[in-house]
């Protein structure tokens, strides 16, 4: 028979009060110290954690599973509700590129099942205004954390908007969260699952969770506190913190003193709040998966009494500088800011660069990422303006075969739609409609005879096309491709004249129309008038300045809304 463990050495409880000494988890942290050990390092590894297929509706989509490491299908609990939690920006600083990738890439994947899957998606999203840093950063500043946080939560909320990143249907702070975050600390000491220390933090103890590191081997100690010796387990995460300094935000806590909630209970708090005992998405960097997203599933798992608190967690690829191995990092000196990036490339040249990526993989920063991007956006842009130009008689027509275009457009339409169902692969789409859209201007643009086969004119399945394409870039958030004349007319209202107002679209015509007759007038005679030709020239260069790109046809001219970068870029490659 084993003998008992010794009781502590008694003369060490002469420095402590006997009210200390009663409470019950005292003796508990005493010890702590001598049973402190590295989790990663546990002699007995829990069995292997298995995905549980939720029950509900199969939708004909796979996403990919982290604690798999493979797709899985997607099926939803409810087919009327599908719910997401995002975590939200810690506000102590401007919002940079690698914050803008991830939540771009999530507003994607948001759209794609809103919009073309037709969920009815709930989203929800917290603002962490209570962290170290934003204290940090307060104490630095001299000025108060709270009104520093709601400073910077502001411009990150126009920065979304300059993205065109939908506001999710829930949004709200950890600071106004309290009640339901302390409620849930106090569930898990109940359940003997997290422990109070001397200074009344709270940490959760890992050991209680058979399925901790479910998401991504553990590879050591937590990054957060690893040398701290009130911890049980190396493992063990904060989900409270003792307050130690005045100025600190704090608030009162029923195991005693005051402090304030740990990074990871934040989330887990208020996503269960939202949405209590099971979440279909959760979405994050991938960075957060580790150790953020690990210690939320522990957290609710453990509350929750279920083995699977998240169905499908979607983690996205981090952004870095080319050549640069590091994140993009405010702390590592490589951070470009939205407002800095969009003094250059515009929010749908970015949103491209994201959709030409898988959404899981790294994002290589570069200029000519940027650069392929804008002319990728700027193709879509031309084919919507030659495919106009041809409808509207500005190009020759001719009979088309219209089986075969049936058929390719019935390939479009599939294909892209497989290319969505595959764990939401936009950079597959996106190949998908610039082959659909390469087969239609080749048949538009390029002076060939009538079809043999099944001859029409088609007019109908081109337009099919271009509005199939058209509502395709809707749908991942790039704005239309069409009606350029009304966003020129949103963006640079003109005055009225003799009380009416003045159609930009309407000038525009005129002005390409006079145009093009001094260019039929300067070749019209045996030899050509290069100064007419060279007005002609000046002109469209003076409309290119204004973000008016003109297109020359056989049977007159069309013009297409486009930034004076992307007209640069696209002069240059044609001219190589």
Request: include cysteine.
């Amino acid at each position: 028979m084993a003998s008992p463990k010794p009781l502590p050495n008694p003369h060490c409880l002469l420095s402590f009060s006997s009210e200390m000494i009663l409470r019950p988890w005292y003796w508990r942290t005493l010890r702590t110290k001598t049973i402190r050990r590295n989790f990663s390092d546990s002699a007995t590894e829990s069995p292997p954690y298995h995905w549980q297929k939720p029950v509900g509706q199969h939708t004909g989509i796979t996403v990919y599973n982290n604690g798999m490491r493979r797709k899985v299908s997607l099926v939803v609990r409810n087919p009327n509700m599908v719910t997401w939690y995002t975590c939200g920006p810690t506000v102590y600083d401007s919002a940079h590129l690698g914050h803008a990738s991830t939540y771009v890439k999530v507003d994607i994947i948001q759209r794609i099942l809103r919009d073309y899957f037709k969920f009815n998606l709930v989203t929800a999203m917290n603002i962490t205004d209570v962290d170290d840093k934003i204290i940090r950063k307060a104490r630095e500043s001299g000025c108060d954390w709270l009104g520093m946080a709601r400073s910077y939560e502001a411009e990150f909320r126009k920065d979304m908007l300059r993205l065109n990143v939908k506001p999710p249907d829930i949004r709200t702070h950890v600071s106004s969260n309290m009640p339901a975050i302390v409620q849930f600390i106090e569930e898990l000491i109940g359940k003997s699952q997290a422990y109070v220390t001397e200074d009344n933090s709270v940490y959760f103890d890992v050991s209680t969770y058979p399925h901790y590191g479910k998401l991504q081997r553990l590879g050591g100690l937590s990054s957060e506190e690893k040398s701290n010796l009130f911890k049980q387990n190396s493992a063990d995460f904060a989900l409270w913190k003792a307050k130690k300094e005045a100025d600190e935000p704090s608030w009162a806590a029923p195991w005693g003193g005051e402090g304030r909630p740990g990074w990871h209970i934040e989330c887990s708090a208020i996503a269960g709040l939202f949405f209590g005992s099971q979440l279909d998405f959760h979405a994050g960097g991938l960075d957060l998966r580790f150790p953020h997203h690990e210690n939320e599933e522990a957290q609710c798992c453990v509350r929750y009494q279920t083995d699977q608190w998240v169905n499908y967690w979607m983690h996205t690829g981090q952004l870095n500088i080319a050549g640069d191995e590091n994140k993009m990092s405010k702390s590592l000196g490589n951070a470009i800011s939205i407002s800095e990036m969009l003094l250059t490339y515009t929010a749908d040249e970015f949103r491209m660069a994201c959709l030409l990526s898988n959404y899981r993989n790294p994002m290589p920063y570069s200029e000519q990422l940027m650069l392929t991007a804008r002319q990728t956006l700027q193709r879509f842009k031309n084919f919507q303006a030659d495919l106009s130009a041809y409808t509207q008689f500005l190009k020759p027509i001719r009979k088309l075969d219209e089986g075969a275009l049936k058929a390719q457009i019935a390939h479009m339409a599939t294909e892209f739609d497989n290319s969505l169902r595959d764990d939401f692969d936009t950079a597959r789409g996106i190949s998908v409609l610039i082959d659909q859209m390469t087969s239609i201007s080749r048949c538009i643009n390029e002076q060939q005879a009538d079809a043999v086969e099944e001859p029409a004119y088609c007019l109908d399945l081109l337009t099919a096309a271009g509005n199939f394409i058209n509502r395709a870039m809707l749908t991942f958030g790039i704005s239309k491709l069409a009606e350029t004349e009304q966003r020129i007319a949103l963006k640079t209202p003109l005055p009225a004249v003799g009380g009416g107002g003045l159609d930009p679209a309407l000038l525009i015509a005129d002005v390409l129309s006079m145009r093009g007759k001094l260019r039929r007038e300067a070749i019209s005679g045996h030899q050509k008038n290069t100064q007419l030709l060279a007005a002609c020239d000046e002109l469209r260069s003076l409309l290119e300045q204004h973000g008016i790109q003109i297109r020359d046809h056989k049977q007159g001219s069309s013009w297409v809304y486009a930034t004076p970068a992307a007209i640069a870029s696209e002069n240059s490659s044609s001219s190589k």
